[in-house]
């Protein structure tokens, strides 16, 4: 094993509201649920029982931190926010279920659920600006953290963007990946480039 090498846990956050009734989130500060903070509970003692995490990094958004705060505390490790981990920005989309945004920008919908490397959120993000940041904080952080396991809190289309590069995969493979609730995925960072340990584990939440 490589003293360089890095390994990433990457956590999406526990469940809330909006996750529940499928709401796009994107910026909106929504907090967990109580099944989300019962997630976030659970995924804190699976982190523990098997890392031991240098570093605990998370998106800014409460729902995020939360989580992360669970499974730092278990370290006794400060939760680093970063900007570049925050949410894709949902623009005009936010708030609205998929459904009342389809009433709105029916062709603008059919291109995010069907050809979504496309697809230009009327006000937000694309895929190729948010895998740009990904990205980007992924090689920042391999630089910062040579050696050692760290965990990173993000949500589901961050985590999927990135794990799309880790696995050197288009954008156009978005929906063909899993994030659930407090999913965790472990990849390594090694001699720059990466290989997958595990994608989309919820084990430990089946208790």
């Given amino acids: ?103 709105r920008r029916p062709e603008q919908v059919e291109q995010w659920y069907n050809r979504p490397e496309q697809a230009r959120i009327p006000g937000g993000e694309t895929l190729g600006d948010l895998r740009a940041r990904a990205m980007k904080m992924v090689k920042e952080l391999i630089d910062r953290h040579s050696g050692q396991t760290i965990v990173l809190v993000g949500h589901t289309v961050i985590n999927r963007v990135i794990l799309l590069g880790v696995l050197g995969l288009g954008n156009d493979r978005f929906w063909h990946l899993r994030q659930d609730t407090c999913a965790i995925n472990v990849f390594e960072a090694e001699m720059n480039d990466f290989v997958l340990v595990s994608l989309n584990d919820t084990c430990h939440l089946r208790a």
């Fill in 1 to 103: 094993m490589s003293e360089d090498k890095v390994t990433f846990i990457l956590v999406r956050h526990g469940q809330t509201e909006w996750n529940r009734i499928e709401r796009f989130r994107g910026r909106a500060d929504v907090p967990l649920n109580e099944t989300g903070l019962a997630q976030a509970e659970a995924t804190g003692r699976h982190v523990a029982g098997q890392w031991q995490p240098a570093a605990v990094y998370s998106s800014p958004l409460a729902r995020a931190v939360k989580t992360a705060e669970t499974i730092a505390g278990h370290f006794d490790l400060p939760v680093q926010t970063h900007p570049d981990l925050i949410d894709i920005d949902y623009g005009q989309w936010q708030g609205l279920t998929p459904d009342e945004a389809r009433a």
